[in-house]
Nanobody, 128 residues
Framework: QVQLVESGGGLVQAGGSLRLSCAASGRTFSRAAVGWFRQAPGKEREFVASISWGGSMKYYVDSVRDRFTIARDNARNTVYLQMNSLKPEDTAVYYC?????????????????????WGQGTQVTVSS
């Protein structure tokens, strides 16, 4: 079992930066692929970024590539999402998710149905 807690959200002006953290409890987190998703008001939840449990593989949705960076520190059971050059369209509740089970350290997952554990979300608001 893995419990996830997101933090680091807030209100920022366009062009600014935020770093989200996803802190996990549970011994299996270091072997879990992790993804970040977001949901804006009136919209479906969308994939943002993912990282393999080994940390070597990362994937981003096109709209955030070159602006966001996902990273993990397995010693601290934490995954980060560094968000730079934020835009008003990045405004959403951001969720981290972890996949259970056993799989290669290089596997990535982009679909929300691939993830078993979810955090409660953190609000990111970007003003224009």
């Amino acid at each position: 079992q893995v419990q996830l807690v997101e933090s680091g959200g807030g209100l920022v002006q366009a062009g600014g930066s935020l770093r989200l953290s996803c802190a996990a409890s549970g011994r299996t987190f270091s072997r879990a692929a992790v993804g970040w998703f977001r949901q804006a008001p009136g919209k479906e939840r969308e994939f943002v970024a993912s990282i393999s449990w080994g940390g070597s593989m990362k994937y981003y949705v096109d709209s955030v590539r070159d602006r966001f960076t996902i990273a993990r520190d397995n010693a601290r059971n934490t995954v980060y999402l560094q968000m730079n050059s934020l835009k008003p369209e990045d405004t959403a509740v951001y969720y981290c998710a972890a996949r259970g089970g056993y799989y290669s350290s290089t596997y990535l997952y982009r679909d929300s149905s691939d993830y078993d554990f979810w955090g409660q979300g953190t609000q990111v608001t970007v003003s224009s």
